[in-house]
């Protein structure tokens, strides 16, 4: 063997250049990809799309009604958006509202996620009489429009007397089908059998195992789901406006008053439809870094 044979380890780093040091390479799981110019491309322009219409409604809602119907439109903001949102607040009296609103969407987003959370689990991995028939049958309701409800629904609430009170709301969404679906999809991968079975053998009685152990296996989809239906909750319209009325609304069905009169005023319209919209975002301000991590989690489980 001459000395042509023998080659030395290079130390990390030395023997390449400096583009080829900074260059990263994908060797394996847990490296990243680093994203392209094509890539950022794409995602502004979808980011551009998705904020363009929120960014037109503080637009317009700090404009005049005049200024509105001009053509160009205007494209910046004016100085009328403090004016509009409290002419917006004022008439269509959104203090009530908000807190309506804000009532109704926690209770039904809390019983929601609880109770789909526990019939995801039953069907997930407890075993009973007819579960397959009873899951089809629940996954079945979801294929009925909801329009052909409002009429018995609606009656069956003025027999409890309950016409015009939040509750009227609240009672008919308490718990639904795609939660409970969607959880027992979650559960039958993020959930093993072994874990029950050794809380079973330990002792734990069955409310036990359900708060040491489902509810903690299940939490970043309890947030993905209680996300969902709280904005699903706040953004409902058909249902409100049918049950309530004007004295005793949500955000949606008093932002419907804004809209009546001869000439409604499309500014006062739009600041209106901001100061609704204003909660959604500040919940997603807060709780978006859990909720991208559970959607995460639950992808990488699943």
């Known amino acids: ?12 780093g030395k023997g390449t250049s400096r583009g080829e040091r900074r260059r990263p390479r994908v060797m394996g799981a847990g490296r990243q990809l680093d994203a392209g110019p094509v890539t950022y491309a794409v995602l502004t322009v979808f980011a551009l799309v998705s904020l363009a219409p929120l960014v037109w409604t503080a637009i317009a809602a700090s404009r005049t009604d005049r200024r509105l119907a001009e053509t160009p439109p205007p494209l910046w903001f004016g100085g009328n958006l403090f004016k509009n949102l409290q002419a917006a607040w004022e008439q269509a009296g959104l203090g009530t509202a908000m807190f309506n609103s804000t009532l109704v969407a926690a209770t039904i987003t809390v019983s929601t996620v609880l109770f789909s959370t526990l019939a995801g689990f039953a069907f997930a991995k407890l075993r009973f009489r007819f579960s397959s028939a009873l899951l089809l049958l629940t996954i079945g309701t979801m294929m009925i429009p909801p329009q052909l ?3 018995p629904l609606y009656l069956w609430m003025s027999d409890l007397g309950w016409s ?9 969404t308490l718990v639904t089908a795609f939660g409970t679906f969607f959880m027992r999809q979650y559960l039958v991968q993020a959930l093993p059998t072994e874990l029950i079975e050794a809380a079973r ?3 734990a009685s069955s409310l036990r195992v359900v708060w040491h152990v489902v509810f903690p296996a299940a939490r970043p989809a309890m947030a993905v789901l209680g996300l969902l239906t709280f904005v699903f909750a706040w953004n409902d ?19 419907n008053s804004l809209g009546t009169g001869y000439v409604p005023d499309q500014a006062v319209i739009m600041a209106g439809a901001l100061l609704g919209t204003l909660p959604l975002l500040i919940a997603f301000l807060l709780f978006g870094k859990q909720i991208v991590g559970g959607i995460m989690q639950g992808a990488i489980k699943g």
């Open 164 to 172: 015009n009170q939040l509750q009227t709301v609240v009672l008919p």
């Open 201 to 203: 053998v330990d002792g």
């Open 237 to 255: 319209f058909l249902w409100p406006i049918i049950a309530l009325n004007q004295q005793n609304p949500t955000v949606q069905v008093a932002l």
């Open 1 to 12: 063997m001459t000395t042509r044979d023998l080659t030395l380890p290079q130390a990390p």
């Open 149 to 151: 409800a409002v009429v």
